[in-house]
Each structure stands twice: as C-alpha cells, then as structure tokens.
C-alpha cells in the first residue's frame, strides 16, 4: 500500500531555472492538492484538482503550474523559481469526502 | 491575511496531563474542521475532526471542541503520552475540500 508519494524528496536548483515536483497516489482519489509550508504561514494551497484535467487556483498560485491527465499523477512545476519560493511543498489527494491525506513532502531550496 | 489562527506556537506537558491545544477562525463559512499531527520530515496525518454542526468529537484519548459562537477549536489529549510529541495544525474547510491551515502548535510531552 504506497499511498500517496512525493519525488524528488530533496531538491536545490538556480534561481530561473524550471523545477517540477512530482506526486503519484495509487488509491484513485478524484482530489489532489499542493501546499506549501512555510514558517508563520502553516500550509498554503497552491493547487488543487478535483479530476483529471479539472485544476483550480488555491490560495498562493502565481510562479506555479500544475497539470493533471492522470488521476493517479499530480506535477507541480516551477517555470522560473525563485528564492521566495524556497519552501517545503506538500502533495495530498483525497476523495470527495475530508480528510485529506499527505505525502512526505519535498524540501526545496532556490539559490 | 491569516483565516486559522492558531496563537500558541509550543506548548510543553507532563506525561499523563492533558494537553490543550486551541484554534480560532475568521471565517463563518467554514463548515468541516480537522486536526493534523506532524511528526519531522513527514507529512500531516489527520487525527480528528468535527462538523459545524457539533459541538463535540471524541476518539479515545482526543476530544475535539467546537464553539462557533466564539469561532474557536480546541483539542485536548488525555492523557498525553511522549509519542504525541509533535506539530499540531487546525485546519477548516472553505468548500471543494480546500482546507485552511493555521501555522501549528509544537507539542512537547516531557516523560
């Protein structure tokens, strides 16, 4: 039972360079979403997906892209990264029903 | 502008005490509330949560309090044990499952 799992789990890359964080959940959620979690801001929504192809802006979008043409798979990519953007980002999925379930999560560093 | 607020950012206990860990929201539209634990370099697992139509949620040692009169959550641990050392966030739901989360209390029990 994998659940719900986060690549890379440690990441440093150049300010302006592309970076995508990928998620995978093998329990078919219709839900996925990213967060970030930053120290004084707890997590913060990113993104989320109610289905494949379905994606919605959270509360803290800009800088980010998502896509979604599996269900299973949830990238969130960085097009130019920043060292704002320097965070620990967090994968969940769930169904249509709370609570939400979490990935290990993926350190990033911008430098 | 921060929706959870969660003001406590530690709190240390005795083992076998209770602990007390409070929330309090802005929001009157939230309709579904939860608690997460954080254990370091994993991501939140759900512990508990309540409707806003209760007032109260038990399970085994966790007791959830909702008053939405005064738009505050509280958690309480009894007894608290060591392994419930750990970061709590509150958390509330705005709608399509998108949860707000408050910054997090750190948890310690001292043996």
Redesign the interface.
Known sequence: DAG?TQSPRYKITETGRQVTLMCHQTWSHS?M?W?RQDL??????IY?S?AADIT?K??VPDGYVVSRSKTENFPLTLESATRSQTSVY?C?S?T??????????TRLTVT | D?Q?K?NSPSLSVQEGRISILNCDYTNSMFD?F?W?KKYP??????LI?ISSIKDKNEDGRFTVFLNKSAKHLSLHIVPSQPGDSAVY?C?A?AG?????????TRLTVIP
């Open positions: 719900i839900y979403f967060y004084g801001h707890g997590l913060r929504l989320y109610a919605d959270g509360e967090f969940a769930s249509v029903s709370l609570p939400l379930h979490f990935g290990n999560g | 921060q959870v969660q579904y939860l997460y370099a994993e991501g939140p697992t759900f949560s966030f958390a739901r399509a499952n998108n949860l707000f989360f408050g910054t997090g």
